[in-house]
C-alpha cells in the first residue's frame, strides 16, 4: 500500500492510497472492506481468496476485485456514498438481490442494503462516489438524475456502454499503479475526478424527466431502504439488546412489513439476520481467539448462543467446519494486524 497526502479546497490534508490486497478467509475479508457491513459466506465448499487492486481519494474510490469461489454477500454499503458495480468476468451463476445480472446491466447502491451472490472467478469493479462530487461535474439537475436511477438498483445502460466505463476504470487503476505520484497532485486529482463521474454519465443512458420504471420498483426501493434503515440502528445498538419491537419502531413500520422486507432482500427474517450477523461475529471471535485463554463455549455464550449444540450445528452448516476447528486453526496474520493495526483508518480506507 502506497499513501500520498491529498488538499481538499479548504488546505486540509487529506490522504490518497493506491495498493494491493489479498484475502484468504471469510472474516478477513469482512474486516478488510470496512465500513462495508458484510456476512460473506462460502457456497460450494471451495478455499476462499479474495484479491483486490484499489485507488481512493477523499471523493472517490475505484478497485478491481476477484473471487476465486462461489460468495454471497449480504449486508450494507457504506454511508454517504454512491456505489456501482461494473462486471469484468460475470459467470452465469452471479445475481443481485436474486435477478439475473447480465453484461449490459450496472448495480447501484446510495446507501443501501445489497445481497449478491458471485460464483466462481467472478472479477469486478467498484467505484464509490461521492454525491458532492457528481453535483460538482455534473451539476445538481443532471446528478440528482443519477442519484434517481441509483435507488433502483439497477442503471440502464448498454454492453457497449459498459465496455467502455470498464476498459477506462482499468485503465485509470493501471495508470496509478503505475505512477502513484498522479494522486500527489491536486490538479491531476481533479482532473481523475472529472474524467471519473464524465464516463460514469456517459455509460448511463438518463432519461429525461421522471425516469420511466422508476415506479414498477417503488415497493421494492421502499423495502431496500427500510432494511438499510433498520441495519443502521442494527450497526449503532448492542446486538445482544434487540428485539423486534425495537426494530420494528427504529424503522417506523410494523412487524408485518419489516418481516417481508427482510425475506425479500435477504431471504432471511430480521431475527435470521441478526443471528447470522452473530454468528459471523463469533468466527471472528474464535479465529483471533488463542486456544488456552478461551473456550468455544465462552464466545458462544457472549455471542447470546445458550444452546451448544444448536450453536455448533448452525455454525458448522455455514462455515463447513465445527467452531471447535476454528478455534484451533492458526489465525491468519493478516486478520490480527488489521484489529491491532488497522490496514486503512476510517479516514483512509478505500471503501
Not at 189 to 201: P, T
Not at 251 to 275: C, H, I, N, W
Not at 297 to 322: K, N, P, T, V, W
Request: hydrophobic share 40%; with cysteine; glycine share 6%.
Amino acid at each position: 500500500m502506497t499513501r500520498y497526502p491529498q488538499h481538499s479546497g479548504e488546505g486540509a490534508c487529506n490522504p490518497a492510497v493506491v495498493g494491493v490486497w489479498r484475502s484468504r478467509d471469510p472474516s478477513l475479508h469482512e474486516e478488510a472492506v470496512k465500513p462495508w457491513e458484510l456476512l460473506t459466506d462460502l457456497l460450494a465448499g471451495e478455499p476462499f481468496l479474495h484479491e483486490m487492486r484499489y485507488l481512493s481519494a477523499p471523493s472517490f474510490t475505484v478497485y478491481e476485485e476477484h473471487f476465486s469461489c462461489s460468495v454471497r454477500l449480504r449486508g450494507q454499503s457504506p454511508q454517504g456514498f454512491i456505489v456501482f458495480a461494473v462486471p469484468i468476468r460475470l459467470p452465469a451463476k452471479s445475481t443481485c438481490w436474486k435477478d439475473p445480472w447480465s453484461p449490459e446491466q450496472i448495480p447501484t447502491l446510495a446507501d443501501g442494503a445489497l445481497d449478491v451472490l458471485l460464483g466462481g472467478g467472478h472479477k469486478q469493479l467498484v467505484v464509490l462516489v461521492a454525491p458532492a462530487l457528481a453535483q460538482r461535474e455534473l451539476g445538481e439537475e443532471r446528478a440528482e438524475t443519477l442519484a434517481r436511477l441509483c435507488r433502483s438498483r439497477w442503471l440502464p445502460s448498454t454492453e457497449r456502454q459498459v465496455a467502455q466505463l470498464r476498459d477506462f476504470l482499468l485503465g485509470l487503476i493501471g495508470a496509478v499503479t503505475v505512477t502513484p505520484l498522479l494522486l500527489g497532485n491536486p490538479v491531476t486529482l481533479r482532473s481523475i475526478e472529472a474524467d471519473l463521474i464524465r464516463n460514469i454519465a456517459e455509460a448511463v443512458r438518463v432519461p429525461s424527466g421522471n425516469p420511466s420504471g422508476l415506479r414498477a420498483n417503488d415497493a421494492r426501493m421502499g423495502r431496500g431502504r427500510l432494511v438499510a434503515r433498520v441495519l443502521e440502528y442494527v450497526r449503532a445498538t448492542d446486538p445482544l439488546s434487540l428485539s423486534i419491537p425495537q426494530l420494528c419502531e427504529a424503522a417506523g413500520v410494523e412487524q408485518r412489513s419489516l418481516e417481508y422486507a427482510f425475506r425479500d432482500m435477504f431471504d432471511l427474517t430480521p431475527l435470521g439476520f441478526l443471528k447470522l450477523r452473530r454468528l459471523h461475529s463469533a468466527r471472528l471471535r474464535l479465529l483471533l481467539a488463542e486456544p488456552a485463554d478461551m473456550a468455544v463455549s465462552d464466545i458462544a455464550y457472549q455471542e447470546g448462543f445458550y444452546h451448544l449444540g444448536r450453536f455448533a450445528a448452525a455454525y458448522q452448516s455455514i462455515f463447513g467446519e465445527y467452531p471447535s476447528e476454528t478455534l484451533q486453526r492458526p489465525c491468519p496474520k493478516e486478520l490480527k494486524t488489521l484489529k491491532a493495526m488497522p490496514l486503512l483508518s476510517p479516514a483512509r480506507r478505500p471503501f
